[in-house]
């Protein structure tokens, strides 16, 4: 209701009983409202308190205002100092970040993340690239080295230990890789990557036999406490883990994926259908305009507009995730063949053939699947190739092609399986998985080796707990300490044949605790494979069958695979990729360590 007047005159105007009301003295130092105030107290009450009320709000939300932001402004203006904890936390993150997602340190110098921290937040100082990758990386390395070492004493994972192990080579660098496999005390399947191993001189047996025993006394691991190797077929690394005398066997995907091979090679029909589909798959991949086209054909007909795939020689999934796209985009490529004459696409026979592969080999690609998955262990390996056994015997498709095909993929899958039930790992991870127990086995001899052999793993067991405090025997005792034990359970095994052929049970001629154990064991139904989680299952069940619960946690913590190996080179090429192509072989196991340990430990050590 009042207003000063323009031209800074010196009397305050009234707008409600038009009175002009002195400004004070004349100097402009000592103008005030006061009078003006006095007025509205005097003869405008209600306005004095309407207008004292919004005054009195406005003081309070300033003085707030002044209260929060004089800390502010005084924290922003300055920077934490070195030791503040605030400060190194910044700097662990930071550096954790670049080996988790794979960036180079030269990041931390990049004018968008310099931009985006200084905004985040202004009080950190930004470091220099050396000091991330000289200071902060080697120290989190080695933080992260004593808690895998402490995971991997025996308290924690037990005594025994599993391993799977690849080789890799870039454009500068040859890589070998260890990951070790453990169940730990809580019945929880743990992995970590122990080494990326740069690779020096010619691959030989010998060398990767050095590596693979030097890896192992590098992290303070007993070679006795190796349960089994799991590798590829490559023959100097299976040269490599003869001489190293470690128990070892080849990766059941690999084996797989040379049964595949096998069936598709044995076609020539089958052949010239992939050489096509490869040369299409080439030409989109290769060509913006050929992709722009069929991304419009792909409209035009309502279809998902999906990449062509192009398969993958050392996979042979991939092969099968191209005949499924391109059978998807089958309508789409044939109106595209239509438009270029140098174009070929598959005659309607043809296109009858790849739905017959497809048919064929995707329960090949979920058994793959299945022993490729983290969780999976040896146990289903005995399981998965009689399945697969039944899938090709069974009636398939009726294409003379195919049917030639599945039954090369059968005999190879039988052939290059063929020994798979004298293999103890494996036979005894399937007979400890409640899912399977006996029931894959193939015969009853089986079973007999099996039991025989948990006879030897139950007194290497007992054997184990005696010699706990005491002095290691020579040589010399120790073998011939075992040769009474062999004579014995050769015994046994003949002893358990006549009882299988008199019909006699356990429990009608005795028996020990293990074989008490064994018949109450396998005289209940089997968990469900899907739903049934084995470690689970021995956890809530290890006091009712204490002997066979030692051996699971032994003998299933052993992966099917060597497929946790090959994913850690995965990592790998993007670590080498770009501005890291000339990263010091070092380092570059160092940033393979980080990145995979730092997800599996959640970022705590």
Same mark, same amino acid.
């Given at each position: 209701m009042t207003e000063r007047r323009k031209n800074q005159s010196e009397v305050w105007y009234c707008k409600k009983c038009q009175m002009n009301v002195s400004m004070g003295s004349k100097s402009t130092t000592t103008k005030n409202t006061s009078n003006m105030w006095n007025h509205l107290k005097i003869h405008h009450?209600?306005?004095?308190?309407e207008a004292k009320k919004k005054r009195d709000a406005e003081k309070a939300k300033t003085s707030s205002h002044i209260q929060a932001s004089l800390p502010m402004m005084f924290e922003k203006q300055t920077k934490w100092k070195m030791p503040d904890v605030r400060s190194k936390t910044l700097d662990r993150m930071i550096t954790e970040m670049i080996a988790t997602d794979n960036q180079p340190f030269t990041m931390v110098q990049n004018k968008g993340f310099q931009r985006l921290m200084a905004t985040a937040e202004p009080i950190y100082t930004l470091k220099s690239e050396k000091f991330y990758r000289t200071k902060m990386f080697p120290s989190i390395h080695n933080s992260i080295v004593e808690k895998v070492k402490a995971l991997l004493k025996p308290d924690n994972a037990g005594y025994n230990l599993a391993f799977t192990t690849d080789c890799w080579s870039g454009t500068t660098e040859s890589l070998m890789s260890l990951t070790c496999h453990f169940i730990d005390d809580q019945w929880i399947r743990r992995q970590v990557i122990l080494n990326t191993k740069a690779m020096l001189g010619s691959h030989t047996g010998e060398y990767i036999s050095e590596m693979f025993l030097g890896m192992l006394e590098e992290w303070d691991i007993d070679e006795d406490r190796v349960v089994l190797v799991l590798r590829d077929s490559g023959a100097n690394i299976v040269k490599g883990m003869r001489i190293a005398e470690l128990p070892n066997m080849s990766c059941s995907a690999h084996i797989l994926q040379l049964v595949v091979n096998d069936g598709l090679n044995s076609q020539r029909a089958v052949q010239n259908i992939l050489s096509v589909l490869k040369s299409c798959a080439t030409h989109f991949n290769h060509s913006v305009l050929a992709k722009q086209r069929l991304a419009v054909i792909q409209q035009d007909l309502g279809l998902p507009a999906h990449a062509i795939i192009q398969a993958v020689l050392t996979r042979w999934n991939s092969t099968l995730h191209m005949l499924v796209r391109m059978q998807e985009q089958r309508r789409a490529l044939n109106i595209y063949a239509s438009e270029h004459s140098g174009f070929t696409s598959l005659s309607a026979d043809q296109w009858s053939i790849v739905s017959n592969l497809i048919e064929t080999l995707s329960p090949v690609e979920e058994v793959t699947l299945e022993m490729s998955h983290y969780e999976s262990s040896a146990s289903c390996i005995i399981p998965s190739v009689k399945v697969l056994k039944m899938l090709l015997s069974s009636q398939g498709p009726s294409s003379h092609g195919i049917k030639t095909m599945r039954q090369e993929m059968l005999e190879s899958l039988t052939r290059r399986f063929a020994k798979v039930e004298e293999v103890k790992c494996a036979v005894l991870a399937c007979l400890?998985?409640?899912?399977?127990?006996?029931?894959?086995?193939? +015969?009853?001899? %089986?079973l007999l080796n099996a039991k025989v052999w948990l006879e030897e793993e139950t007194e290497t067991l007992e054997q184990d707990n005696n010699a706990q405090g005491e002095e290691t025997q020579s040589d010399d005792s120790s073998t011939v300490s075992k040769r009474p034990r062999t004579e014995e359970t050769q015994k046994k095994l003949i002893d358990e044949m006549y009882d299988t052929l008199l019909g006699a049970t356990s429990s009608e001629v005795g028996g020990s605790s293990l074989e008490r154990e064994l018949q109450q064991y396998l005289s209940e139904s089997v968990t469900d494979r899907r739903m049934g989680k084995p470690l689970e299952w021995w956890k809530q069940n290890e006091k009712r069958f204490p002997i066979l619960a030692r051996l699971s946690r032994k003998f299933l913590c052993l992966p099917p695979s060597s497929v946790p190996s090959e994913r850690v080179f995965s990592e790998v090429g993007a670590i080498y990729k770009n501005?890291? +192509?000339?990263? %010091?072989?070092?380092?570059a196991e160092r940033l393979c360590f980080l990145h995979y340990n730092l997800v599996l430990l959640n970022w705590e050590y």
């Amino acid at each position: 209701m009042t207003e000063r007047r323009k031209n800074q005159s010196e009397v305050w105007y009234c707008k409600k009983c038009q009175m002009n009301v002195s400004m004070g003295s004349k100097s402009t130092t000592t103008k005030n409202t006061s009078n003006m105030w006095n007025h509205l107290k005097i003869h405008h009450s209600t306005i004095f308190e309407e207008a004292k009320k919004k005054r009195d709000a406005e003081k309070a939300k300033t003085s707030s205002h002044i209260q929060a932001s004089l800390p502010m402004m005084f924290e922003k203006q300055t920077k934490w100092k070195m030791p503040d904890v605030r400060s190194k936390t910044l700097d662990r993150m930071i550096t954790e970040m670049i080996a988790t997602d794979n960036q180079p340190f030269t990041m931390v110098q990049n004018k968008g993340f310099q931009r985006l921290m200084a905004t985040a937040e202004p009080i950190y100082t930004l470091k220099s690239e050396k000091f991330y990758r000289t200071k902060m990386f080697p120290s989190i390395h080695n933080s992260i080295v004593e808690k895998v070492k402490a995971l991997l004493k025996p308290d924690n994972a037990g005594y025994n230990l599993a391993f799977t192990t690849d080789c890799w080579s870039g454009t500068t660098e040859s890589l070998m890789s260890l990951t070790c496999h453990f169940i730990d005390d809580q019945w929880i399947r743990r992995q970590v990557i122990l080494n990326t191993k740069a690779m020096l001189g010619s691959h030989t047996g010998e060398y990767i036999s050095e590596m693979f025993l030097g890896m192992l006394e590098e992290w303070d691991i007993d070679e006795d406490r190796v349960v089994l190797v799991l590798r590829d077929s490559g023959a100097n690394i299976v040269k490599g883990m003869r001489i190293a005398e470690l128990p070892n066997m080849s990766c059941s995907a690999h084996i797989l994926q040379l049964v595949v091979n096998d069936g598709l090679n044995s076609q020539r029909a089958v052949q010239n259908i992939l050489s096509v589909l490869k040369s299409c798959a080439t030409h989109f991949n290769h060509s913006v305009l050929a992709k722009q086209r069929l991304a419009v054909i792909q409209q035009d007909l309502g279809l998902p507009a999906h990449a062509i795939i192009q398969a993958v020689l050392t996979r042979w999934n991939s092969t099968l995730h191209m005949l499924v796209r391109m059978q998807e985009q089958r309508r789409a490529l044939n109106i595209y063949a239509s438009e270029h004459s140098g174009f070929t696409s598959l005659s309607a026979d043809q296109w009858s053939i790849v739905s017959n592969l497809i048919e064929t080999l995707s329960p090949v690609e979920e058994v793959t699947l299945e022993m490729s998955h983290y969780e999976s262990s040896a146990s289903c390996i005995i399981p998965s190739v009689k399945v697969l056994k039944m899938l090709l015997s069974s009636q398939g498709p009726s294409s003379h092609g195919i049917k030639t095909m599945r039954q090369e993929m059968l005999e190879s899958l039988t052939r290059r399986f063929a020994k798979v039930e004298e293999v103890k790992c494996a036979v005894l991870a399937c007979l400890l998985d409640p899912r399977y127990k006996a029931h894959a086995f193939s +015969s009853d001899t %089986t079973l007999l080796n099996a039991k025989v052999w948990l006879e030897e793993e139950t007194e290497t067991l007992e054997q184990d707990n005696n010699a706990q405090g005491e002095e290691t025997q020579s040589d010399d005792s120790s073998t011939v300490s075992k040769r009474p034990r062999t004579e014995e359970t050769q015994k046994k095994l003949i002893d358990e044949m006549y009882d299988t052929l008199l019909g006699a049970t356990s429990s009608e001629v005795g028996g020990s605790s293990l074989e008490r154990e064994l018949q109450q064991y396998l005289s209940e139904s089997v968990t469900d494979r899907r739903m049934g989680k084995p470690l689970e299952w021995w956890k809530q069940n290890e006091k009712r069958f204490p002997i066979l619960a030692r051996l699971s946690r032994k003998f299933l913590c052993l992966p099917p695979s060597s497929v946790p190996s090959e994913r850690v080179f995965s990592e790998v090429g993007a670590i080498y990729k770009n501005k890291r +192509s000339r990263l %010091t072989g070092q380092n570059a196991e160092r940033l393979c360590f980080l990145h995979y340990n730092l997800v599996l430990l959640n970022w705590e050590y």
